[in-house]
């Protein structure tokens, strides 16, 4: 058979550019906020943060490790690692690309309807009377609107990942991340000029334990997961593109410090203008995806400095912030079929992004537009967007992060994980006992924490 020969990032800087574009997105703009504001701020950022550290690192490097020595995607690196069954567990890593991919489509494809909007409202002016609920109403019910934007959003989507890693994702990574990090810091400077500011970073960063609950410490577990882009595959697969030459450990702490980094930032631009705005506390409870499309659009033009520029800007780094994490989803399944499948890069990148994107109708159609899929009910939840979204957050993360931890730590000689995280490039920080320590004990019983914590209820998505 003729091998093709596998592609590489050119640099350690290309992974990290990569690796950080699939973490950052959604979780960072959107949901982090979100949770933080639920949970009020304070406790909830240090228990995130001391999650992000304990669990989150760890799995992160054992994610990267798999990958480098099997120099597989998914299914073959957990096979090969491990032993012949655990080609289910990166199975499941591989349904879970799919079905993740499929909804996170959908909200990718909002980014651009605003997009557009906004570009339109600064240069004909904010419509007074718009009532900005009806407006994000009327979009998602409007099935054929919905059908091309997430459409768009696919072939986007498809056309990088079918160049390849370092000619696709790499090349796309290397320009939409500078263009990212200057938006968003344009965005903040601009926010913390804004008069509740301060309320916005004493909310965040002043701790009040008083107010943290247990399903919140839980809550910031599960989470760290979703927004690291761990527990399917994602960076197992990108690690599998490393090269001998990059420290693992180095790489692993840059893209979860950007991570993090840029999920602090996105909440201190948002609760700035939140807390800016005398009654938006109230609204902003409501709706988890209102902070984002309801109350931003109007508050762009209505309060923000800068905002007729900001605007349009903020919605296209929400879909850049998108399009770089849905690469690395589309990543996960091509390179199953090029790897286990033995298919041609270009005919598994279509056949992939073919087949999620029949699920991705599902999930655009979910909001009202058809009948059967938006009443479908599972798990509590109604429609396939809310279901698909629910059984991804709360199951498959969770599960495909223990089965890391396991793998790494359990089946994995110390031989193996030590010459691939001791490769001659790690930073003096890095003790290799403290590692096996927490992805031994500590982060096993951390999922299974949450594993019980959703079987007894409790609800993450
Ligand atoms: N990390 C991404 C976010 O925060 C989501 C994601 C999860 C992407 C898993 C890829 C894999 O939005």
């Given amino acids: ?3 093709q020969e596998r592609d590489a990032w050119s640099s350690n800087f290309g992974l990290v550019l990569a690796a950080t574009g699939s973490a950052i997105g959604l979780g960072n703009l959107w949901k982090f906020p979100f949770i933080t ?4 701020g304070g406790a909830f950022v240090i228990v995130y943060l001391a999650c992000i550290l304990a669990v989150g690192l760890p799995i992160m490097m054992a994610e990267l490790l798999i990958g480098r020595r ?4 998914v299914v073959g690196a ?3 690692m491990a032993g012949p069954a655990w080609k289910w567990v990166g199975l499941w890593g591989v349904l879970c690309g799919f079905i993740l991919l499929s909804y996170y489509t959908v909200i990718a494809g909002w980014s651009l309807f605003y997009f557009w909007k906004s570009f ?3 240069f004909g002016g904010f419509p007074a009377d718009l009532a900005a609920g009806d407006l994000f109403g009327e979009q998602v019910g409007n099935a054929s609107l919905q059908l091309m934007l997430s459409l768009a959003f696919s072939v ?3 056309g990088v990942v079918y160049f390849g890693v370092q000619k696709g994702i790499e090349r796309m990574a290397r320009i939409l991340l500078p263009v990212l990090f200057v938006i968003l810091v344009l ?6 000029g804004m008069s509740g500011s301060g309320e916005a970073l004493k909310f965040i960063f002043e701790p009040r334990f008083a107010e943290l609950e247990w399903s919140g410490v839980l809550e910031a577990l599960g989470h760290s997961f979703f927004t690291l882009s761990l527990g399917m595959g994602t960076m197992i697969t990108y690690g599998s593109y490393i090269s001998r030459k990059q420290s693992i450990v180095k790489s692993a702490g840059a893209i979860v410090a950007f991570d993090t980094l840029i999920a602090l930032v996105a909440t201190i631009i948002m609760f700035s203008v939140i807390f800016s705005v005398a009654g938006l506390n109230e609204e902003v409870g409501r709706s988890t995806v209102g902070m984002l499309f309801i109350s931003l659009p109007e508050l762009f033009y209505t309060e923000m400095p800068f905002g007729v520029v900001l605007g349009p800007l903020f919605y296209v780094l929400v879909a850049l912030a998108v399009l770089t994490s849905t690469i690395s989803l589309l990543e996960v399944v091509t390179s199953y079929l090029i790897d286990e499948r033995e298919m041609k890069r270009q005919k598994a990148v279509m056949a992939s992004g073919g087949a999620i994107f029949v699920f991705t109708i599902f999930a655009a159609l979910s909001f009202g537009s058809t009948p059967v899929l938006s009443t479908i009910v599972a798990f509590g939840k109604t429609g396939w967007f809310s279901i698909a979204d629910h059984f991804v957050s709360n199951w498959m993360l969770p599960t495909g992060g223990l089965a890391v931890a396991i793998a790494a730590g359990w089946f994995m000689t110390r031989k193996a994980t030590m010459e691939e995280l001791m490769d001659g490039n790690q930073p003096a920080w890095f003790r290799y006992g403290a590692w096996r320590f927490f992805i031994r004990y500590v982060a096993p019983a951390a999922v299974l924490a949450i594993i019980l914590a959703v079987l007894l209820g409790q609800d993450f998505s």
């Fill in 70 to 73: 099997s120099q597989k995607g």
């Fill in 187 to 192: 965005l903040l400077v601009s926010a913390l």
């Fill in 1 to 3: 058979m003729e091998m």
């Fill in 37 to 40: 504001w639920e949970n009020d």
């Fill in 120 to 122: 339109g409202w600064t």
């Fill in 156 to 158: 986007a989507t498809i």
């Fill in 78 to 80: 957990f096979r090969d």
